[in-house]
């Protein structure tokens, strides 16, 4: 969980869902960045943590 949560944190140029969220809400790239750099650093934190708390747990 951890490895999977880490490879989300700066992917969005290569990730597809960041074209497609882009051309489908007719955001400019610029815009598109801004918001999906928060979304995934947001993500990534939030599943290392997660993975954390449960490395504690398990």
Request: proline share 0%; net charge negative.
């Amino acid at each position: 969980m951890a490895i999977s949560a880490g490879s989300i944190f700066a992917s969005h140029v290569n990730d597809g869902g960041f074209w497609i969220a882009a051309k489908c809400f007719g955001i400019s790239e610029r815009d598109t960045l801004k918001s999906w750099t928060v979304l995934e650093s947001v993500l990534s934190v939030a599943g290392f943590a997660v993975a954390a708390v449960l490395s504690l747990v398990i």
